[in-house]
């Protein structure tokens, strides 16, 4: 959030300003990004110009958050924005090592995207990926020679970036879902276009269940009622809402997402059941409380609790069954992660929370290190944690990876949306079928037994926990199609 506001509020001074930049701000920009800007501002800055011809008006910037955003993801905003004119710049922001992944590496070479490495340096600044983007966006702006600057991102940090180019005449955008609420609030508060993409994979229908959390910290799905789905309909003020939280210390900023913060102070002031998912429920719900009578002696927010809604699928089903029953993917995936969860932090949270993920246990998966190793790379938890810029995987030793994700369970910069431990059906179902097991119904001991042995004998790196060899041996065979197959 801080290199977001750094690199907005250099930009307004550079807009403002008859002149370049002064020497100092492009200085201290190269001291803390390690990154020189002078050739942004090496000219005088001005708004578009009113006779912007009206080819140079259809005309598109694509950004992408590549960390955050998959090929599907990408190719659907391409199509909507070729839809509405001419894409003539579209680039991809990411580490070096999703350019070789095979499907992003395809579209890049048949759409011909540019691709922006982003390398992430240990003790460097946080947010790489957003002030990358911020300063492309800068030259694209200086250039004028595109329309609109769309984003494809799902941060709200962008909102300031977006306020900066809007507020001086130059057309910002953002592509996103109809339900993603928040953030359609959020970016039209700052005069931006918003496209929605309702095409596969952005589409989502109505959802028919809802995540309650309890006062006694547990969660539970439940059907919505005529009333709930009702509420749905309400338009809700999310600035507000995220303001009066951050009076009552539950939001640290106001750009944070406001759900966890609610559901913090709906636990830690007692005041009983409450509807965390879908998030409008849980805006409807704080925006209708009356905080300047019955409940104006709130308790402030002190840093205990840890929020987390499990999820449980990160391509959830879209069958006619699922659709019938959930009314979206996304709602079966929450349904099946079982509820939310308030936890008071203490020393073992993290090894409580892995355990309610589903990826430690008393039997098979007691490695503490296997297991965080295993949350960090779903994919799901990949992308949150590459938003909130921590590295659980490559951190210096394991004391180090303890301690960050103690942190980040505690921080109010996340949603609290985290996958839970992947299924061993294909492994039991594969094995099977090589004859290295009796059946799919074998003991998890006979299964890992069985793992085992087909580890060593492909070189596979054989863990101390079964769903960790389960996730390598699945790695081995996509990896190796052929592999697999006999």
């Known amino acids: ?150 984003l494809l991102v799902t941060d709200v940090d962008f909102c300031l970036v977006v306020q900066r180019l809007t507020s001086k005449g130059q057309r910002a955008a953002v592509l996103l879902a109809e339900d993603r609420t928040h953030l359609v609030e959020a970016f039209r508060e700052v005069n931006a276009e918003v496209i929605f993409v309702n095409e596969e994979p952005f589409k989502s229908g109505r959802p028919l269940k809802m995540a309650v959390l309890h006062p006694d910290g547990n969660g539970s799905i439940q059907s919505m009622s005529a009333d709930r789905l009702a509420q749905m309909d309400i338009p809700t003020k999310i600035a507000d809402a995220a303001c009066r ?57 002190t840093k205990e609790y840890c929020f987390v809604m499990p999820h449980d699928n ?57 297991a965080l190793q295993l949350f960090a790379s779903q994919a799901y938890n990949k992308r949150y944690l590459a938003q909130a810029d921590v590295d659980l995987v490559n951190s210096v030793c394991p004391v180090m990876r303890r301690k960050l994700f103690r942190s980040l369970l505690l921080s109010g910069k996340t949603y609290g949306t985290w996958m839970t431990a992947p299924s061993n059906t294909t492994v039991r179902r594969t094995l099977t079928a090589k004859g290295l097991l009796r059946s799919q119904a074998a003991s998890s001991t006979e299964v890992f037994e069985a793992m085992a042995a087909y580890a060593k004998a492909h070189d596979v790196p054989v863990t101390k926990n079964f769903d960790s060899l389960a996730y390598k041996i699945q790695k081995h065979w996509k990896a190796s199609p052929q592999t697999s197959r006999r």
């Open 1 to 150: 959030m801080a290199c977001i506001s750094q690199v907005a509020s250099i930009t307004r001074r550079a807009w403002l300003a008859d002149g370049c930049l002064a020497s100092r701000y492009s200085r201290l920009l190269s001291f803390r990004f390690g990154y020189s800007i002078q050739r942004h501002f090496s000219r005088t800055t001005c708004p578009l110009s009113d006779v912007t011809t009206q080819h140079e008006r259809d005309s598109y910037a694509l950004l992408v958050d590549g960390d955050c955003q998959g090929p599907r993801q990408i190719q659907t905003a391409l199509q909507a924005l070729r839809k509405r004119g001419r894409v003539v710049h579209a680039e991809v922001f990411a580490v070096a090592q999703r350019k070789q992944e095979r499907q992003l590496a395809s579209l890049l070479e048949s759409e011909g995207l540019l691709f922006k490495d982003v390398p992430r340096k240990a003790g460097g600044t946080k947010g790489p990926n957003d002030i990358e983007i911020a300063m492309r966006a800068v030259d694209l702006a200086h250039e004028q020679s595109v329309g609109c600057i769309v």
């Open 245 to 301: 939280l951050k009076e009552l210390g539950f939001l640290e900023d106001e750009m944070n997402p406001p759900v966890p913060a609610i559901a913090k102070l709906w636990h830690l002031n007692s005041l009983g059941r409450l509807a965390v998912w879908p998030p409008r429920l849980a805006y409807h719900d704080f925006n209708s409380l009356d905080l300047s009578q019955k409940h104006r002696n709130l308790c402030r927010y």
């Open 314 to 370: 990160a391509r959830p089903a879209k069958s006619k069954l699922v659709i019938d029953q959930f009314g979206t993917g996304k709602c079966y995936a929450i349904a099946g992660g079982g509820g939310p969860f308030m936890l008071k932090d203490s020393p073992e949270l993290p090894e409580i929370v892995l355990r309610k993920l589903g990826y430690l246990d008393q039997e098979l998966n007691k490695d503490f290190d296997e």
